[in-house]
């Protein structure tokens, strides 16, 4: 990213390492996060005129949902610094949180013209757009997000998949999973939604490769046997439906019994017995 007004490497650094503190994933920012705030709390009271520590635990206290902190941190980061220009990142990510969808999408609009190959700000955006049931609009930034990103995350390709779906596009949406599993592999967030669309357009047997090419890479087989099962069942192929039932079973029945007395494939097993009498 390129930044405004900044005078001194130090100086950019500070804003850099602030800016990446955006992009924590939400799951990891919510382990220490009291922590986190606690020490950024000492540093302001040593350096009360540094808006990126301002920014900083703003950004912790919207992962936190306290929106009024959040408010009043980045607020205070703008009245020390109004060049900061991923102030418009910080709030236009708070006021999706908040479901503040139209003030959310001004925001993120205002940062992007900035800062237009920013995939991440891009993928918000995007969010923001399928809220607003905008999926074309949505559909567009994830492609966008993707084309600029040297590692895009699974779940955008998922998600331009579904705008693309919402958006009456059923072959745009397939193949923008198709996309995903060919440059990350096949991953199981990709592959399921995958073999839903297949269904959905009757591409029985491509849905059948997608469960083999799981089953192959799974340490437990028979759920996905008996996925591919439950497919021939539906599509009228009884008789093969009824070999890969038999398979499931028979994989079920040579697991150490720790793991076949588990409650969820002792029931597996019921069922698999009532379908191959």
Known sequence: ???????APAFRAVVLFAVASL??????????VHEQIARIDALISLSPADATLFLRRGELERVRRQWEEAERDLAAAEALDPSLVVLSLARGRLELD???????LQLLTNYLRGEPKDSVALVYRATVYRALRQPAAAASDYARAIELSAQPEPEWYR??????????????????LDSGIARLGPV??????AIDLDLSMRNVDSALFRIDRLAAQSQRKEVWIVRRADILQAAGRGGEARSAYSEAL???QSLPSAQRNRKATVEMERRLQRLVR
Do not use: C, K, Q, W
């Open 1 to 7: 990213m390129t930044f405004r007004h900044s005078p």
């Open 23 to 32: 992009y924590v994933s939400e799951l990891s920012a919510h382990e220490g």
């Open 98 to 104: 908040r479901g503040n969808y139209s003030a959310s």
């Open 159 to 176: 998600d331009l998949s579904a705008a693309l779906a919402e958006s009456a596009h059923p072959e745009a949406a397939l193949a923008a």
């Open 188 to 193: 199981v967030t990709l592959e399921l939604p």
């Open 250 to 252: 028979r994989n079920i």
